[in-house]
Every structure is written in structure tokens, then in C-alpha cells.
């Protein structure tokens, strides 16, 4: 049982600053002025499947005193709600390893947070769904590259298909809103697209394609390199050929013209859909989402940041900066909590660039 102390909400007094953050607008706000309203929340570094591009085969866990306990994560999550946070995904590793993820929800709801989301690769999520729901749970992302059950195994090197697609019935069935993250690759998934994008067609769902990033600590890939030669690459791609969004745009039948970054209708949505752009195929019920993370700079409308399983605040995913606020949550106070969001604040970089050398994997981030 998680602690009732973690989901009340502290007051200060008004015009107070921290590092940085004045306590009476409640806000994040970076150096170049992005309001700051999502927290990605890793629950564990763990993960059921390993898929080619997000992980070593082989992987060295983090230690378990370094991991975070939830009364932590709330803690920290109650500080960054008084700060404007009005959005947290629960993430991993895959999220769903880790025991107590529904009581979890539960109380990310007690906090106030208005937006609760997991991503999950779906291999446990249909046995939770109905717990995961009734906790609080509002929206569900599930990883899903290929619907070949011979390649799904290949590119997660063993997860059996039918179980992510009886998750994805099970978030439809409980209303959900499941989108899809399909990561577009040259060689593996490309013929399977166009399949892929009309799941969208009779489906209240999302299916949005992902750009294939730098991670895994392997050798800088030249493809990449050449194509975004102002983000150096270290990573575990070269396993696979990434595709760019206008590629993958032109595969689907979508003209760039046409994305748009925001639609209105079927589903309902709050304003913090950073850097995705999102457009409907003629007639369709759900819609389709492209991230451009490698091609494209769509850093200038981020609104979010990372807590890591071990307690590392992170402003961006493709860069090595981050804050510790592990102590400040096991043994300090609000405030230092408050100044390790402010230290966030004013590290977060212009644009992401992967750093030569900084070697992470997906999952130990936080997908």
C-alpha cells in the first residue's frame, strides 16, 4: 500500500522563487519559454521483450536500492503537479513487470493529475486491463512494429504476437484510446505500413509512426549521421535501416501537406501532444500520428520531461543532461525537489543532439 502522506499536495506561499520557479504561477517554463506540462514516469529498467533498437540483448539491470519505491515517485510527482505538471505517462522497461502499477494510478489520480497514460509493448497488458482501467488509467500506447507474427518474434527476439493484439482489443473494448507506436524501418516493416496505417480506418485508435533512435551504446551509424549530421548517433539502429517520416509519409499515401499537428473531434484530447503531427486518412475513425525525431527538428513544441527508474530527471531524451532528485525524494525536503525542477528548467537544450559516447539504452531511460 502506497502512502496517503505522497498524494496530499503541499502549499507555498505566493511569489516565493526556486532556482528559478516562481511558486505562484505553478510552472515549468524552460530558457526558450516551453511551458513544461508532461512528466514520463519510469517505473523499472526492466523489460519482458528486447526488441533490436531499444536494447542490448544482453543488459545489466540497475541495482535495485537504486530504483525508485512508488512512495517516491508520488513524492516527486505531487511536487511537479504544484509546479503545472497536469500530464504523467507510466512507462518502462515495459511498466508492467513491476508489481503495483494499478494502485499506482490510483494514486497519480488521488494527486490530481488530470492525464494518466502507460506505454506498454502489450504482452501483460490484457490481464490488467480491467485493474489498470478502473484505477485511473485514461489512455494506453502499445509498441507493435509488424503484424507477422515470424518477423514480431525477429525484431523483439521472441514475443508472440497474439497476446499484443489481444491487448489492444482488450484497451479498445475498455474505451482506452490505444495508439499504436510502430517504428518505421527500411527492410523490415516498410511493405506493412500502408496494413498498418488502416488499422486507423475502423478503429477509434491512433497509429502513429516513430522514427528509429540513437540508442543501445553501439557503433555511430553513417546513415544517420548523414542525414542528421547535427545529431552524432551512438546507438543499437545499425541492426536496422531507419526510414524518415516523409518516406514513411509518402509509403503511407500522406501527403505532408496535409498532417496536421492537431485534430479535433473523436478524441478528445488535452494540449499537450508535443511533438507528434497527427492526420486522418478519408472516412476514418481513429487517426495517424508521425514523429520525425531524427529528420526533423520538433523540439521547439516539446512539453514534457523524464523521471528515470532510478531517479535521474532528465529534460531531454536525446541528450545526456540530467538532475539527480533520488536523495532529494528519500531524504529531503520539497524544496530541494523543487530546485532539481529548476536545475531541469535551466539545462533543457535548445534541441536534442546525441552525444558521442553517452551509452543508454531505451529501456533504461524510459520509453
Not at 487517426?287 to 512539453?303: Q, T
Not at 539527480?324 to 528519500?330: E, G, K, S
Request: a neutral charge.
Amino acid at each position: 500500500m502506497i502512502p496517503d502522506k505522497w498524494t496530499q499536495r503541499s502549499s507555498f506561499g505566493p511569489g516565493i522563487r526556486y532556482n528559478g520557479l516562481m511558486a505562484s504561477t505553478c510552472q515549468l517554463v524552460d530558457t526558450q519559454h516551453r511551458r513544461i506540462t508532461y512528466l514520463r514516469v519510469s517505473v523499472t529498467d526492466r523489460c519482458n521483450l528486447r526488441c533490436v533498437y531499444c536494447m542490448p540483448e544482453k543488459v545489466e539491470w540497475k541495482p535495485r536500492a537504486e530504483i525508485l519505491s512508488y512512495e517516491e515517485i508520488l513524492r516527486i510527482v505531487s511536487v511537479a503537479r504544484e509546479l503545472g505538471v497536469r500530464k504523467v505517462r507510466v512507462t518502462g522497461g515495459e511498466p508492467l513487470v513491476r508489481h503495483g502499477v494499478p494502485e499506482l494510478l490510483r494514486r497519480l489520480m488521488a494527486l490530481g493529475i488530470e492525464e494518466r497514460c502507460l506505454t506498454t509493448n502489450g504482452i501483460r497488458f490484457a490481464e490488467q486491463a480491467e485493474d489498470l482501467r478502473a484505477a485511473g488509467l485514461q489512455r494506453v500506447n502499445i509498441s507493435l512494429d509488424t503484424l507477422d507474427p515470424d518477423k514480431f518474434r525477429r525484431i523483439t527476439r521472441g514475443g508472440e504476437l497474439s497476446r499484443v493484439l489481444e491487448s489492444l482489443d482488450k484497451a479498445l473494448e475498455l474505451g482506452l484510446q490505444p495508439r499504436i507506436n510502430v517504428v518505421a524501418m527500411r527492410g523490415f516493416n516498410e511493405d506493412e505500413l500502408p496494413a498498418l496505417a488502416r488499422l486507423s480506418l475502423d478503429r477509434p485508435l491512433t497509429v502513429r509512426f516513430i522514427e528509429v533512435m540513437p540508442f543501445g551504446g553501439q557503433s555511430p551509424d553513417p546513415r544517420l549521421r548523414r542525414e542528421a549530421p547535427d545529431k552524432p548517433i551512438d546507438c543499437e539502429a545499425r541492426e536496422v535501416d531507419p526510414l524518415s517520416m516523409d518516406e514513411v509519409r509518402a509509403i503511407v499515401g500522406i501527403s505532408p501537406a496535409v498532417t496536421l499537428r492537431q485534430v479535433e473531434g473523436e478524441l478528445p484530447v488535452l494540449n499537450t501532444l508535443g511533438p507528434a503531427e497527427y492526420t486522418q486518412l478519408p472516412g476514418a475513425m481513429g487517426r495517424l500520428g508521425f514523429i520525425a525525431s531524427m529528420h526533423e527538428h520538433i523540439c521547439e513544441r516539446c512539453n514534457r520531461v523524464r523521471l528515470t527508474a532510478d531517479g535521474w530527471l532528465k529534460p531531454c531524451l536525446l541528450g545526456s543532461e540530467r538532475v539527480l532528485v533520488r536523495d532529494a525524494a528519500r531524504s529531503g525536503t520539497d524544496d530541494d525537489i523543487r530546485a532539481a525542477f529548476g536545475e531541469l528548467m535551466r539545462i533543457k537544450p535548445v534541441r536534442g543532439t546525441r552525444d558521442v559516447g553517452w551509452e543508454e539504452a531505451m529501456a533504461g531511460i524510459g520509453g
